[in-house]
């Protein structure tokens, strides 16, 4: 079991304020890692910094390193679309483009492809359709627009959209939370399935979810990494205090 | 103790009232100018030269040269207008030049268009030597219509909700690719609506084209943008009063067909946007 990314000292501030503080952490490929934490934790923050979204605020200033296979991602010189093809990000509200189901798959391939074939285009999508068990479900109306689909089954296309441009690791914030009981026990197990591909690091502020979904588990507070390790230790043996607070429901 | 309800009965009444006033001018205006209009509207009205000292025949020639102006006015308005839109809408930051290129776009559409006639008299006509000319005319019209463009189409661009610029880069495309793929796709109905509002306020206006490109008579078609053109508010202008003894209805029947001619523009603004917000749902 290799670490796919390795954060030293990293530290986040927006302007003055220090929204992430000395985290250090070890993300294990192939296996789905949780961030839990009460809002405004950071937790949301931590996961952007992964695929440097937080570039677009102004007034953001990251120190520390951030591994991943290896490479410091935080330097100048890294290329953005290629971390970003290799690290890519499931949104909180399901969010395809209002472009035909079809379309939203292939996007990524008509903005990074030289030389495109409507047949690697079909190919495409059948198969980041089928990753996403979507495919038997909606095959015959890829040409409608993804608008028309359900919340649990846009949140799936928007997972297909962007394992079509073959990433490696999958950062997933929230994906559920607007999803009820059954789409999102629908979706933590397409998890769990695709897991054996990517590696996902997901952020809920639902301990059950993480707790059922997870492998590894974070726990942060305040900006800190306060706890990490596997999700069987975490909840039921915490080693910090606040963990265990947390965890029981005394605050967040 | 005041009735609350019956305060709020006459704040409605006075509310719909203030709404129907605004109705009754424009009414009023529309059915005035088609009553004594339309009986000019012939065929040989629409496609003749004037003649007898334009106390007869036709505006063909008004008509072209304000569709000459119109265009020629879009087609330097429209790229720079939203070019400058998409620098303000996503690129620019708050600074200082940013807010002074703001406040620039405010005033260049408080200007009184008179003014925008005079500017274009001094700097196309007669510094860049192109005389009083269709392209004279174009240039100051397309001048006088950016605010208009400009501030409709950054509208435009910034209702493009930001999640999408969110997912867009998230999947690796860049800035520019973002901005040619999803945000400019999805706010083409608002530019168009704002170029057709622009386009109708060009066609309409008197003072730039007095100065800068119409002719008081002309009758034949202008042969190049170099050329002098008849233009329909100002060939209004003419006949209602420096011409003696024109015939009421050849007055009304010019301004039934400008105000046709920005009607119709209008309706077409309207159509687009009302064909486009059904067609997309976020």
Known sequence: MTDKIITKNLDLWYGTFRALKNVNAGIAEHRITAVIGPSGCGKSTLLRVFNRMNDLIDGVRVTGEVLIDGADMLLPRTDLVTLRKKVGMVFQRPNPFPLSIYENIVFGERIHAGRITRDGLDEIVERSLKDVLLWDEIKDRLNEPALRLSLEQKQRLCIARLIAVRPDVLLMDEPCSTLDPQATARVEELMRELKNKYTIIIVTHNMQQAARVSDDTGFMLLGELIEFGRTEQVFTAPRDRRTEDYITGRYG | ?282
Do not use: C
Not at chain 2, 160 to 168: D, I
Not at chain 2, 198 to 204: F, M, N, Q, V
């Open chain 2, 1 to 282: 103790m005041r009735n609350p309800y019956r305060t709020q009965r006459i704040a409605f009444f006075f509310l719909l009232l203030a709404t129907l006033l605004i109705v009754v001018p424009v009414g009023l205006i529309v059915v005035i100018i088609v009553q004594k209009g339309l009986p000019a509207i012939n065929w040989q009205f629409l496609s003749d030269i004037p003649r007898h000292g334009m106390r007869a025949g036709g505006i063909f020639p008004a008509i072209v040269g304000t569709i000459y102006l119109v265009t020629g006015a879009i087609i330097f308005a429209l790229p720079i207008g939203l070019l400058a839109a998409i620098y303000l809408s996503e690129y620019s930051k708050d600074n200082f030049l940013t807010r002074l290129i703001k406040l620039a776009i405010v005033n260049l559409a408080g200007v009184p268009s008179v003014v925008f006639g005079l500017f274009g008299l001094a700097l196309f006509v007669v510094f860049f030597k192109f005389g009083a000319s269709i392209l004279s005319g174009s240039l100051t019209l397309g001048i006088m219509i950016l605010p208009v463009i400009i501030t409709t189409s950054r509208e435009a661009l910034e209702s493009v909700p930001y999640s999408f610029r969110e997912v867009s880069l998230s999947l690796g495309a860049s800035k520019w690719q973002t901005i040619r793929h999803i945000v400019l796709p999805n706010a083409i109905p608002g530019i168009l609506t704002g170029t057709i509002l622009g386009l109708g306020r060009a066609a309409g206006e008197t003072a730039p084209i007095l100065f800068t490109v119409a002719a008081f008579y002309l009758p034949r078609l202008p042969a190049s943008v170099f050329d002098q053109a008849m233009a329909l508010p100002y060939h209004l202008y003419v006949i209602s009063t420096q011409v003696p003894n024109v015939d009421e209805k050849i007055r009304y029947g010019t301004a039934l067909v400008l105000l046709m001619l920005v009607l119709m523009m209008n309706l077409i603004a309207i159509v687009i946007r009302y064909k486009f917000r059904k067609m997309k749902k976020w």
